[in-house]
Structures are given as C-alpha cells and as structure tokens.
C-alpha cells in the first residue's frame, strides 16, 4: 500500500503549533469539537440521502461511537455520516480551505492569553483541538457512495500522510494516539461526564462501546424539540456553542413555536461577544434550517437579512417539504414568511431588551449596532423599529442616546437633527465644525461607524426632522435661540467682527480652482477657518470613503469658511484692506486652506510647499 507524505499548508502548521504548546484551560473541549463534526457529517448524509436514498445502504440509524483501549491509551470516535475521500481529507485537514484558519490565527496572535484558543470551534477548525491531547492521529474514512477508504495520519509536527485504506461501511473514525498525561480521556466515567456536559443536546446518539454493553451517554434528541420547562440555562449554553461555534455565553435566547398558517420551531441565540468575522463579505451565519428535524442547510439568507446575521440557532419546518433544494429556497414563499417572522420576533426581543436591561442593551449595540444599521437602508419594512431602537453618541454627555431623547432636547428654533461623521469619536469632538453649535447648547450626533454614510441619505429624517450634517452649509444657526440669552445678544454684535469682505476677495484669488468658495462662518467660535461641503454636495466623510474605494477620482472643491471674530482674520482683514495684493495674503490664504484640510484628517496635497510656507511666517513673525 502506497503512502503518500505531504506537508500541512503553513497556516496550518502555525495552528498546530499554537494549539500543541498553549496552556489550555479546558482540554474537554477537543471532544465537544469532534462528536459535533461528527454530528454535522451525519446530518449532511440524512439530506443528501433525500434525493439519494441509496447512500444510506441499509444503515439509517446515525451514532457516534466512543472506543475505548487504556492499555494502548488510545481513544476513538467513530460516526456513519457522509464520510470523505482523499480529496476531502486533503482539503479539509491539510489545507486552510474554507475553515477560517487564518482569521482564528490573527485572533490568538493579537492576545497574549493562551485561553483565547477556546476560539478554535468559532473558525470551524476544532478537528486540530485533537493535537492537544494526542501525539498522534488517524483518521480513516469512506465517503457515502464510494468503495475506497483512504487513511489520514499526521503527529501534528508539520507533516502528514494519506494512503488507501479498508473500511467497512461509509463514516469516518478519528483514532487519538493519547499522551501519557491525557490517559484520563480512556475512563469511562471522564467520557460520560463531558459528553452529558458538552454533548447532550446532540439530535443523535452518542455511543459508548464497552464489552458488557453499548451505553449511550446523551438524551439524543434536538433540543429545540423539547419543552422549555425541561431544559436547563446549561444546556441552552452548550447547544448554541454547537450551533454558532463560539466560546461566549449567549447574551439572549429566543425559544418559540409559530403556529397558525405556517408552522415551525426557531431556537434563536443572540451572542455576548462580536465574532471577529462579522464583517467578512465571505462569511456564512450560523442558522440552521430543519424540514421536520432533518437537517438542510446552514446559513441560508433567506432565513434572516444580512442585518441579523450575527443571530445564531436552528429553525425547523413542519411545512417545507423534505426534497426541497437549496437552490430552490431562494424563491420558495414559505421562507419569506417564515424569515418575516424571525425577524420580527428577533426586534421584539430587542425593544423588550432596551426598555428593561438599558445596560445590557448598549452593550449589544456596542458590538452589533454597526450591523443593525445596516437595516436602515436595506430594510425598509422594519426601518422605524430599527431606528427607535438605534443608539448614537453625542455631545450631549459621554453614555448613549436614542433619536427621542434627541428630539426632547432639540432648542427652540431647531429644525434639523445635527450630525458629524468621522473614523474617531474624540478627533470628532474637536472638530471646529462644532464650536458653533457648542456655544448654543446644540446637541450633535456623533457617527463613526462607515455604514452611517450610507443610511443616514436613505432614511432623512426621524419624527419629521431632518437628519443634517455640520460640515455641510445651511445650518442656519442664527434662526436657534440658545440656552444663554447673553450668547444670543453677542451674536448680534457687529463690532466684534471685522470686515472681511477684502480679506476673502484675496483668499479666493489666491486659492483660485482650489475651494468651490470662500465665505464668513457662523459656526465657528474659536478656530480661524474651516471646510464644509456645499449644502447640496456629498458629505465630507462620504466622499474621502467614496475616493478610499475608487468610486469618485478625486475629491471635489470645498467650501473654506473663515472666523471673522479669530484674531488672525482681523489682522488679515486690515492688511487685505489696506493692500489687496501684499504679498502675505498669498501665503496665508495657502496656509489657512491647508490648516483646514489637517483639520479634516486630510492628507496635504503639497507638504513641502506648507512647510516652506509655515517657516515664511514664523520667521516673519520672529522678526527674522
């Protein structure tokens, strides 16, 4: 018999090693992760048998069988599921694949603590948790519908090997050369007690074979399936770590039976932590579809939007019927009812949420709220909802606020929701565009999140008002009666300002095609100048993403706006009245348009010719 000697892709390797040299807390867990791939290989083979009831062959009763030998310290776990040939084996145990190898790997690298390896499930690579308990492994398996067995063997140190192999019947057998410090993992009563802890909800038995009789150590039902009133908070916990792969405890868990004109089960988990591939175009959510508690697909969209899919669980169909296709639940109408209703039932667990746990709550949208955003614009049936139960930032305190408690504090004369939009929460407050607006007591969203450029268009308004952004014109901030009836005189006051008429005349001579215009500012209270887009133009913030992604070639002209009460302008304003063409003005007109654009976190077109400048003016300003 042929074998053939191949290395592990170097992913994998780094993997392995992690995996073999951490100080893991919880060595239990390597079996929780290969009695649930062993369940998900027998629900693959139960679906593919619908349309292909051959490949079950006379052995339609799934287990998972526990072998024992502490002579040899050996442990075995075997399953009849769908199986894999060596292509199989190749790509799913030698290769990085689809299994996230490389996303675990950034998570672990970035944490010192070596308990961070319990993540290993949430990448779907929890087969490589077997290294840390044994110094060999094989595995032997035979795919559904074939008639060659291939071995798999490898001592996790860099290499593997595969070779042909004799097996009776479909399935895979994992055999776990032990360690001399893991013999634990051969006693009987060790094995009943993680399998009853970790593995109970398993929809199919989990098999103990021993010389006096085979034992099965799980209830061997789907947990979904049972009263509430018979399952405990514990085993709750452990069917979502199955289901999602994850090493948190589930923050909410929504168990429901719809009745009426359709009718399921949704067993729903609403994660503590945010997975660290929430945001990866590629990643597949963790919801399981059942028709009659045969399992059909994972991650289907069509069971919840994009929006949910951090939600995790099973929903299980009484009315799909079985031979239904993956490709035909894209148009099927009893999906879109049925993901109607999850929706629906995952917001109201959300509003009940917000109005009775508020901590609790802003701790989810700190970690998922940037996803639920996305709702505003992809879902328009459930925008209201998703808006009333959105939280914000603001200048109003350092916590959390809805829209309506915005609104109540909205000043007499404010028309409009004031927002502004940036990569970090603290440069946005001391952004100059808000000077203005701090000096009347006006209250300003403040947005982070990228996904805020796109829904705030969409939406446009909240109870009839407005959203506006502050780096754009028209705030109209003389219309709004502050909470300072001495702010509001000041700002009637002429005498403090100069005439700038002369001095933006210049600017706008020397800045020529650089600035759509340059005008006097309302909002500024201390800083010399900023920019703003046109009323009518894309958000500042908008259109550095839009250029970021090659969607618009270059960002357009802005508007500079000046202080006309800043001491700088003044003195600029006399010397731009006294001599419009004095050499200075040129070069301040550059330095205020560049001061402007640091201001924005925007990169200087020309930094050698600002730094030049900026010495003109200090040298100048030294006497020199």
């Known amino acids: 018999m042929t074998e053939e000697k191949m290395r592990f892709e170097a992913e994998v390797s780094r993997l392995l090693d992690i995996v073999v040299h951490s100080l893991y807390s919880n060595k239990d867990i390597f079996l929780r992760e290969l009695i649930s791939n062993a369940s998900d290989a027998c629900d693959k083979l139960r679906y593919e048998a619908i349309a292909k009831p051959d490949l079950l062959a006379g052995d339609a009763d799934f287990k998972v069988r526990l072998l024992t030998d502490d002579v040899r310290n050996v442990l075995t776990i075997a399953d009849n599921g769908i199986g894999m040939n060596k292509e199989d084996l190749v790509d799913n145990l030698g290769t990085i694949a689809n ?141 979502y770590k199955h289901t999602s792969h994850a090493f948190d405890d589930p923050w909410k868990t929504i168990h429901y039976q719809a009745e009426g004109a359709i009718e399921y089960t949704g067993l729903l988990y609403l994660p503590t932590m945010r997975p660290f591939d929430l945001y990866d175009p590629q990643r597949k959510g963790h919801l399981k579809l059942y028709v009659r508690k045969v399992f059909i697909t994972e991650g289907a969209d069509e069971l919840l939007p994009p929006w949910l899919r951090f939600v ?45 746990d508020a901590e609790g709550y802003e701790t989810f949208w700190e970690n998922f709220g940037s996803v639920v955003k996305e709702g505003l614009y992809e879902d328009q049936t459930n925008r209201d909802r998703i808006l009333k139960l959105a939280r914000f930032r603001s200048t109003h305190g350092d916590g959390w606020t809805t829209l309506a408690d915005y609104v109540e504090r909205m000043k007499d004369g404010q028309k409009a929701i004031y927002y502004i939009s940036g990569e970090d929460i603290d440069a946005l407050k001391r952004s100059p565009q808000l000077e203005g607006f701090a000096a009347k007591g006006i ?132 010397i731009a009245t006294k001599d419009a063409k004095a050499p200075i003005l040129n070069d301040a007109a550059l330095l205020l348009l560049d001061q402007a654009r640091i201001l924005e976190g925007e990169a200087l077109p020309d930094p050698v010719s600002f730094a030049r400048r900026l010495d003109l003016v200090m040298e100048k300003g030294l006497g020199a």
């Open 99 to 239: 299994s996230g190898t490389a996303k675990f790997l950034d998570a672990v690298s970035k944490s010192d603590n070596a308990k961070d390896v319990d993540l290993i499930g949430q990448f779907g690579v929890g087969f490589y948790s077997a290294f840390m308990v044994a110094n060999k492994v094989e595995v032997v398996s035979r795919k559904a519908g074939e008639d060659q067995a291939w071995k798999w063997s490898s001592d996790g140190k860099g290499e593997y090997t595969i070779s042909e192999a004799e097996m009776e019947g479909r399935g895979t057998q994992i055999t776990l050369h032990l360690t001399d410090d893991n013999k634990e993992f051969t006693d009987e009563h060790r094995l009943r007690h993680i399998v009853k802890t970790y593995s109970d909800h398993i929809g199919i038995p989990v098999v103990l074979m021993k010389g006096d009789g085979d034992e099965t150590l799980n209830e061997a039902s789907a947990l979904w399936t049972r009263p509430k009133s018979e399952i405990t908070d514990e085993q709750y916990k452990e069917f």
């Open 312 to 356: 995790s669980g099973v929903v299980d169909s009484q009315d799909l019927p079985l031979n239904v296709s993956r490709e035909m639940l894209q148009d099927h109408p009893l999906l879109t009812k049925i993901k109607n209703g999850l929706t629906k039932k995952v917001l109201s667990e959300l509003e009940t949420a917000a109005k009775k």
């Open 443 to 574: 209250e300003v969203l403040l947005l982070t999140d990228p996904v805020d450029e796109f829904w705030m268009p969409s939406v446009g308004q909240f109870e009839e008002k407005d959203f506006k952004s502050v780096t754009r014109g028209g705030a109209d901030l003389n219309d709004i009666k502050s909470d300072d009836k001495e702010a509001d005189k000041d700002d009637k006051k002429e005498e403090d300002a100069s005439d700038a008429s002369a001095l933006i005349a210049a600017i706008k001579l020397a800045l020529g095609n650089g600035v759509k215009d340059v005008r006097e500012s309302d909002r500024l209270t201390s800083s010399a100048c900023c920019l703003i887009a046109d009323e009518m133009g894309m958000d500042l913030r908008m259109e550095r993403l839009m250029k970021q992604h090659n969607r618009v070639d270059e960002i357009s002209p802005r508007i500079l706006e000046i202080n006309p009460k800043h001491s700088l302008i003044k003195k600029l304003s006399d």
